[in-house]
């Protein structure tokens, strides 16, 4: 039983350090990509296809760590479920 709620503890500790990562991650790329907005529209020079492939990009990368957030979302809750199950 104890070793129950340590492995919980230990857990939602894990869940936590993630969820802040991810987070401070996320808030750096948004910035970045505020950044790169910026500097694509003061760039008369870039071409039109070269500002589309960098959107197209950014939107790809979001994509991807949507997926990884879900992903690991769903596996901290089945390693949640699993314990739960165990009292």
């Known amino acids: 039983m104890e070793t129950t709620k340590m492995a919980k503890q230990v857990i939602n500790f ?7 990562m991810f987070n401070a991650t996320v808030m750096l790329q948004d910035q970045t990509e505020k950044l790169s907005n910026s500097l694509m529209d003061q ?8 500002k589309k492939l960098i959107n197209d990009w950014a939107i790809a990368y979001k ?9 690991v979302d769903d596996n901290f809750k089945k390693t949640e479920d699993m314990f739960d199950d165990a009292v």
């Open 43 to 50: 760039a008369s020079w870039m071409p039109a296809e070269s």
């Open 14 to 20: 894990q869940k936590t350090a993630f969820e802040k």
């Open 63 to 71: 994509k991807g760590r949507d997926d990884f957030k879900k992903c």
